[in-house]
């Protein structure tokens, strides 16, 4: 197109811009300029982006399932985290770079090889105005390590400290039982959400959980079961006021209607997009894609307990007859990555040597044998809602298990049934589960949900155990790579848990919200990740 082409263009966006010209009279004179009416579309949608404002000052969150708990130390479910981390705040704050920044403490230093010293921000005060001080933090980091909490589902994030010191209202001390070079991260993440010691006391776990108060970015409201979460911004967040008055969480699970609510303007925000869906929220003029490597990985858990799953023989047959590549052209869409083993990529020691997860369906049915497999029926439980793809992954691996002569079936439980089965470690066969790298180092994956005590601890082998001690504690990272090289054999033998698909996740956003997703899946709605264009 020559100049003089050009030049209308530019004019025609800016009439549509300014207001002075429809949609439908945008295209008329586009496709008049461009020739054809995809190219007319295609700039109409970058036209609309360029002049997407609102006047909006409250945030719609959708997201695939509802909230279960809002005590931080009783869930690491997506749904739960995503409201928890904006809620409550921790000692040191992860941001979208991946780096460490100051939390509620403005520095740490390591005082001897088993002391970290925190340093806490002075004036921080909770939602209900009482000041947060070192008394808080250690009954926080106390109650998330004490195994008589019933239902917590982070006590092995501090299986390393000892003890927690308050020598002054604005110091804290974590005495740790060997040198943990890692604690500043932990203290970043689950289990690391700091509560208030007076009101929790005064009121008690049960209505703590159902009207929690931290000090984040926006203080609880209401919580109107499977309808609507409601947060307030908290004008005297130590952070600085959010962009918004009000952020709702409501609960779509199904797929469909969460992308119609998008696209008609109704939420601001949506999780769990399919990758089949996501060039329909893309050619939207309104709203946009952002996407990002989940920091884990997608994998069926297995209850190592219950024959014939107590056999590692059995457990690769299972894994040797999914066939991941075809999982990840056709389901995603050529998206994501396949696991060579139970670390993701971008971890801290992830082996780039190793291969992918082998597809072997001749192979699977010789493990069979040698397992001795009499036909007992598998289940594949899932949660709808959960993990994107998960009824579609579940049928194309119940389909694939079929086919080597493995009696399976998928069994679709409710949140709730799922919640409780975390805590009583009650799964019966297999189940979907998304582990998230904490820490971006396989201690806070690997070592945390298949520990001892930990979430997915259905297995138990002695070098296992013995590695993962040692290497926590270790300040040589090439002892702590090779730790969790034979780690990752280990579990590659075993399998206490079959990795399937590292996923992209990818998230429907309005256009005139500027925000980004996290790899930890954690939805940070702190200013410095979230902006509403006003024009």
Do not use: C
């Amino acid at each position: 197109m020559g100049i003089h082409g050009g030049k209308n263009l530019e004019g025609l966006v800016r009439q549509f811009e300014d207001g002075l010209i429809t949609r439908r009279g945008f295209l008329a004179q586009a496709v008049g300029l461009l020739g054809s009416l995809a190219a007319a579309e295609a700039l109409l949608a970058r036209a609309a982006g360029a002049q997407a404002t609102t006047k909006k000052t409250d945030l719609m969150i959708a997201q695939s399932g509802d909230v279960t708990k809002l005590d931080p130390h009783l869930s690491t479910a997506l749904w739960d985290v995503s409201v928890t981390f904006n809620i409550f705040d921790n000692l040191t704050s992860r941001h979208a770079d991946g780096k460490l920044y100051p939390g509620l403490a403005t520095d740490w230093k390591l005082v001897n090889p088993t002391t970290w010293q925190f340093r806490l921000r002075s004036g921080v005060k909770f939602h209900n105005g009482d000041p947060l001080g070192s008394a808080d933090v250690k009954f926080s980091i106390d109650r998330a390590m004490d195994a008589n909490v019933k239902g917590s589902l982070v006590r092995t994030v501090f299986t390393t400290v000892d003890r927690v010191e308050a020598p002054d209202a604005q110091t804290v001390n974590f005495i740790t039982q060997k040198p943990d070079p890692l604690l500043p991260r932990r203290l970043g993440f689950y289990g690391g959400q700091i509560m208030p010691k007076k009101y929790f006391e005064a009121v008690g776990p049960d209505a703590f959980n159902a009207k929690p108060v931290g000090s984040g970015p926006v203080r609880f409201v209401e919580w109107v079961k499977d309808d609507r979460l409601v947060l307030d911004a908290n004008r005297d967040y130590w952070g600085g006021r959010i962009d918004v008055d009000k952020v709702v969480f409501r609960p779509i699970p199904e797929e469909a209607p969460r992308i119609a609510a998008l696209l008609k303007g109704e939420v601001d925000i949506i999780t769990k997009v399919a990758p089949d869906s996501a060039e329909r929220v893309e050619k939207n003029p309104t709203t946009r894609i952002e996407s990002v490597l989940y920091g884990g990985l997608y994998v069926l858990g297995v209850n190592s307990k219950l024959p014939p799953l107590d056999n590692p023989k059995m457990k690769q047959a299972l894994s040797l007859a999914i066939d991941r590549e075809s999982i990840r052209k056709f389901l995603w869409r050529g998206l994501g990555s396949i696991p060579n083993g139970p670390i993701a990529k971008g971890d801290n020691h992830y082996d780039e040597s190793l291969p992918p997860l082998a597809f072997d369906p001749n192979l699977a049915k010789q493990r069979l044998k040698e397992a001795s497999y009499k036909g007992e029926e598998i289940v594949i439980e899932t949660t709808a809602g959960l993990l994107s793809n998960d009824k579609s992954m579940s049928e194309a691996i119940n389909a694939m298990w079929r086919d080597v002569g493995i009696n399976s079936r998928i069994e679709v439980i409710e949140t709730s049934v799922r919640m409780q089965k975390n805590r009583d470690k009650s799964f019966k066969g297999v189940w979907w589960a998304d582990p998230t790298s904490a820490l971006g180092d396989p201690d806070g994956m690997m070592w945390r949900l298949l520990g001892p005590g930990g979430i997915m601890d259905y297995w138990r082998h002695p070098r296992f155990d013995e590695l993962g001690a040692a290497a926590r504690f270790s300040v040589d990272e090439n002892a702590r790579g090779q730790a969790y090289k034979e780690m990752t054999q280990l579990a590659l033998e075993y399998l206490p848990w079959i990795p399937v698909i590292q996923p992209v996740d990818i998230y429907g956003v309005q256009k005139y919200v500027d925000w980004k997703p996290y790899s930890n899946q954690s939805i940070e709605l702190r200013r410095f990740n979230l902006k509403l264009n006003r024009g």
